[in-house]
């Protein structure tokens, strides 16, 4: 394999890994870290009741948006090296 189709692959698996954390994390903590405190909650003094999103913290989103991201893009960077010998 060529180096013009290894970098071909690598930029795929770097677009693959872009797609990933935009849908499983990077969606859901923008709505988190946007939330906007006076609009969307019922303040009582005792007792708030917020529908705040919850923070991306559950393991679909850190597994499919973080981990895995991470490890595609990491195989296309070493792809991308080839061999050298």
Sequence with gaps: MDATQRRTLAM???A?????FV????????????YDDAKNSIDFGIVKFSSRPPFPSDAK???LG???PIL?????RVFSQGRDA
């Design 12 to 14: 795929a698996a770097y």
């Design 16 to 20: 693959i890994a872009g797609i990933l």
């Design 23 to 34: 849908f499983f994390f990077a969606r859901q903590f923008l709505s988190w870290a946007t």
């Design 61 to 63: 989103s850190v597994f």
């Design 66 to 68: 973080l981990v895995t």
């Design 72 to 76: 595609i893009a990491a195989g296309g």
